[in-house]
């Protein structure tokens, strides 16, 4: 999977310096680097219960769908406050330097599913966590959280450590 690296685009001192983003629009324009990168996503969770694939707003939304019918699931975005048309459940969790809120469709997961996280990145753990609390808050199970990307560094994967977690690339 490290080849995936070579197409992606590491821009430094964005969105701020100091900072080392790693622009995945490049990986996506690759037919080939899109294929393996959402293969190895979806084909970690092949034979495994998953009822429904979250994705997270707003790069998650890439590849969990892609994922989700993969895997003959259903798809269920987790999107910023006030942009879902109905009765929503929200979770408020802390950032860095203050707080955000993500919301779901309250009918979108049902007591009991299985429940697939995807994300583009693992950073500080932070909103994957806070999704997770939502799934759990309706009712589903969080049966994994799969990432393209894990910056290591950030030790996002010690916020997650009860659940079962997929990383393509590690940073």
Known sequence: MNDLKKLIREVPDF?????????????????????????SLANHYVGRAVD?????????????????????SGFVPVRKPKKLPYECARVTYQLEYGQDSLEVHRDAISKGQDVLIIDDVLAT???????????????GRVAGLGFLIELE???GREKLSRYELHSVLKY
């Open 15 to 39: 969105p701020k310096p100091g900072i080392l983003f790693y622009d995945i629009t490049t990986l996506l324009k690759d037919p080939v680097g899109l294929h393996r990168a959402v293969d």
């Open 52 to 72: 429904r694939v979250v994705g997270i707003e707003a790069r998650g939304f890439i590849f969990a769908p892609m994922v989700a019918y993969r895997l003959n």
């Open 125 to 139: 753990g932070g909103t994957a966590a806070a999704v997770a609390q939502l799934v759990e808050s309706l009712g």
């Open 153 to 155: 560094f950030l030790k």
